[in-house]
Structure formats: structure tokens, C-alpha cells
């Protein structure tokens, strides 16, 4: 086992020691392991995703941080091909949350929310990718109601 020094947020590490003692934990070495392989598990997950996919990104960043607009903006621009719609939200005077739609293959997708959440000054991401199942016969439900656009 490896000792190791990592810099954590006040608020956040009052998160891990406010779980700790609610599940029992002996120390936050042990929470924070257990959170590391879970993260790590849910990571695995969803690179096993493959083929076509929609995507919801939810990211909340510090708006202050340095350059950090500009990179996501450039981000973005790099990849309008997969971005649909964005949404910009201002949650108090030090962070925005953006909720981005996104539509592409599940490799760039993923791709790119992960670069989008590692950038310094965002605070919190996730991204949920459903697969569109694109390529594949459609099942076929009746269910009372027209979808034509008239």
C-alpha cells in the first residue's frame, strides 16, 4: 500500500467526513478507497458503452476560475459536430451549471465529457449516455396516439 497527498476542497472533503461517519467508516482513508473503486467501477461501465448515443453532460464549475470560460468554449468549438443544445445556468454568485445535450458515437462522447469534466475550475460532472440503438429494427408499439406533424 502507497501513501499518497492529494489537495481536497473544504466543502467536499466535509462531504467524505459527513458519509464516513454516517456509514461507519474507521477513517477517511478507508471512505475515500471505497469511493475511488466505486468511481473506478462506474468509469468501467460506461466505457463499455459502444456505437451510436445520445448523452445528457451536467457539469457545475466555478465562472471565476482562470480562462476556464474560454477553454470550454473552445472545447465546444472543437466539437460542435456532437454538442446539440446547451443550457447555462447561474446557481449563485461563484457557480454556473451547463446541462449539454450531446449525439454521436459512444467513444466520442465519452471523450469528450471527460475532458470537459477534468478541466480545472469544474467542480462536479456526469454524463448519462443512452445508446440509440441505431442500425437496429426498431420494435414497433401502437399506443393510441399520432406522431404526424402537420
Known amino acids: ?12 472533503l466535509a462531504e467524505i467526513d459527513a458519509a464516513a461517519e454516517a456509514r461507519g467508516y474507521q477513517n477517511r482513508s478507508e471512505i475515500i478507497r471505497d469511493l475511488a473503486r466505486a468511481g473506478l467501477q462506474q468509469s468501467a461501465e460506461d466505457t463499455a458503452q459502444a456505437g451510436p448515443c445520445i448523452a445528457g453532460l451536467v457539469y457545475v464549475y466555478d465562472h471565476a476560475a482562470r480562462d476556464l470560460s474560454k477553454r470550454l468554449v473552445q472545447e465546444f468549438h472543437g466539437h ?3 454538442a446539440l443544445a446547451t443550457l447555462h445556468v447561474h446557481l449563485d454568485e461563484n457557480n454556473c451549471m451547463e446541462m449539454t445535450a450531446l449525439k454521436g458515437s459512444a467513444d466520442e462522447v465519452k471523450h469528450f465529457a471527460d475532458h470537459i469534466i ?3 475550475g469544474v467542480r462536479y460532472g456526469r454524463v448519462v449516455m443512452i445508446p440509440t440503438g441505431e442500425g437496429t429494427q426498431a420494435k414497433v ?3 393510441g396516439h399520432s406522431h404526424r406533424h402537420e
Do not use: F, G, N
Request: cysteine-free.
Open 1 to 12: 500500500m502507497q501513501r499518497i497527498t492529494i489537495t481536497i476542497e473544504d466543502d467536499l
Open 80 to 82: 460542435h459536430d456532437l
Open 118 to 120: 477534468a478541466e480545472r
Open 141 to 143: 408499439r401502437k399506443h
